[in-house]
Structure formats: structure tokens, C-alpha cells
């Protein structure tokens, strides 16, 4: 399973960017979706998590701001980000848990994938 992500960028502050995040290989379905950051110096934080249902929970530094959502038919997550503020800036990581059939067996695997980051910098 692989997940590649893509939309950062460079912006100013108060302007908007759109993250993608699709998820391939050979996936049985898909639990929860996510994003991550991490900035410079800092420890990697939740920003946006969606359940397979549409559940959504926000840390609390992105809400009101962002919009987390999926599209389970093509195994992507997106992250709307308006109103950017300058301690946005990081590297955003899509995460997705994933199940997958172990090959030559019929047992499901759940484990977690990472995609490898896309740079967000909004200058102030």
C-alpha cells in the first residue's frame, strides 16, 4: 500500500491551499484517514482525522479553518486549509489504516500507512 501526497506549496498568510492524499495498492478497505504535521523543531501533530463514515475530529490550532474529507470510491483524503497562518507552516504527512489481505491466507491485516509529506510554508 502506498500513499502519495500532493498540493503544498508557498503561500501568504490568509490564503487558502488544498492537500490530497491518495492511497493505492492492494487495499481491502480503508478505516480512518488523517493528517499530520511537522514542523522544524517541533514533535508531529494531529491536524484532521475522518472516519470510513465521515466522522471528523480537528485539533483545536486548524478549527474553523480547515476541512477534512474523502472520497472512499478513489481512497483519497483531502485537507482544505483557508485563512493560513504562518505557524502553519510544516510538513503535512497523510496517514490511512488500512485493511489489506494477508497474500495465501484469508486473514485481514489492519496496520497504519504513512505518505511521505508535502511541504505547506505560508509566509507572513
Known amino acids: 500500500v502506498q500513499l502519495q501526497a500532493s498540493g503544498g506549496g508557498l503561500v501568504q498568510a490568509g490564503e487558502s491551499l488544498r492537500l490530497s492524499c491518495a492511497a493505492s495498492?492492494?487495499?481491502?478497505?480503508?478505516?480512518?484517514m488523517g493528517w499530520y504535521r511537522q514542523a522544524p523543531g517541533k514533535q508531529r501533530e494531529m491536524v484532521a482525522q475522518?472516519?470510513?463514515?465521515?466522522?471528523?475530529n480537528y485539533a483545536d490550532s486548524v478549527n474553523g479553518r480547515f476541512t477534512i474529507s474523502r472520497d472512499n470510491a478513489k481512497n483519497t483524503v483531502y485537507l482544505q486549509m483557508n485563512s493560513l497562518k504562518p505557524e502553519d507552516t510544516a510538513v503535512y504527512l497523510c496517514?490511512?489504516?488500512?485493511?489489506?489481505?494477508?497474500?495465501?491466507?484469508?486473514?485481514?491485516?489492519?496496520?497504519?500507512?504513512w505518505g511521505q509529506g508535502t511541504q505547506v510554508t505560508v509566509s507572513s
Open positions: 475522518v472516519t470510513s463514515n465521515g466522522n471528523t
Open positions: 495498492g492492494s487495499i481491502l478497505s480503508i478505516n480512518a
Open positions: 496517514t490511512a489504516n488500512v485493511n489489506t489481505i494477508v497474500i495465501h491466507t484469508s486473514r485481514i491485516e489492519v496496520r497504519d500507512y
